[in-house]
T-cell receptor, first 117, second 111 residues
């Protein structure tokens, strides 16, 4: 149980392109979804937290106009990297939790490797 | 042995030996902790969790120990196998707030 699917797993695109990444909870309702960025050999860096039907809460230093997050349903959240540039190349990982405000584990997708040429 | 690389500490153990991965957490008010395993190119996978009202919890081949006095968490893996090779992250949570992840430890299992 508690499966999170992330798509695509790898995307390569030209600079200036906008890229959408989907995160789906397959067998549970995700009240809260999280988006992380991870650089090689480093830990996960939280970018934003989204609750279904609400605006996402962005961490300090993360540009909300650059990284658009939509959490329109209890099973789907999307992250759109707008006008992507090479410095946006990274591993993006989503996670989902079925219960916000209480101590429950986050379940992670398998990440999306974004390469901007 | 254990070494600290540029960003990621590495622990090397012989297959069959027990592994102990350590984590120092930052917030004394944190009340929930998780160990995650991340294999190359994949997302973190839940291993085991522990709440602050406990100091030890056991799973299948894994044990988590919590020492709140010194804000220390450890993950013990019994009879380490090649499939255990991965990066292990501890994560702390404070009353349902966002999880804070540790820097990670790379576990290498030697044949």
């Amino acid at each position: 149980g508690a499966v999170v699917s992330q798509h695509p797993s790898w995307v390569i695109c030209k600079s200036g392109t906008s890229v959408k990444i989907e995160c789906r909870s397959l067998d549970f309702q995700a009240t809260t979804m999280f988006w992380y960025r991870q650089f090689p050999k480093q830990s996960l860096m939280l970018m934003a937290t989204s609750n279904e039907g609400s605006k996402a809460t962005y961490e300090q230093g993360v540009e909300k106009d650059k990284f658009l997050i939509n959490h329109a349903s209890l099973t789907l959240s999307t992250l759109t990297v707008t006008s992507a540039h090479p410095e946006d190349s990274s591993f993006y990982i989503c996670s989902a939790s079925s219960n916000s405000g209480s101590n429950q584990p986050q379940h992670f997708g398998d990440g999306t490797r974004l390469s901007i040429l | 042995g254990e070494s600290v690389g540029l960003h990621l500490p590495t622990l090397s153990v012989q297959e069959g030996d027990n592994s102990i991965i350590n984590c120092a957490y930052s917030n004394s008010a944190s009340d929930y902790f998780i160990w995650y395993k991340q294999e190359s190119g994949k997302g973190p996978q839940f291993i085991i969790d522990i709440r602050s009202n406990m100091d030890k919890r056991q799973g299948q081949r894994v044990t988590v120990l919590l020492n709140k006095t010194v804000k220390h968490l450890s993950l013990q893996i019994a009879a380490t196998q090649p499939g255990d090779s991965a990066v292990y992250f501890c994560a702390e949570n404070n009353y349902g707030q966002n999880f804070v992840f540790g820097p990670g430890t790379r576990l290498s299992v030697l044949p």
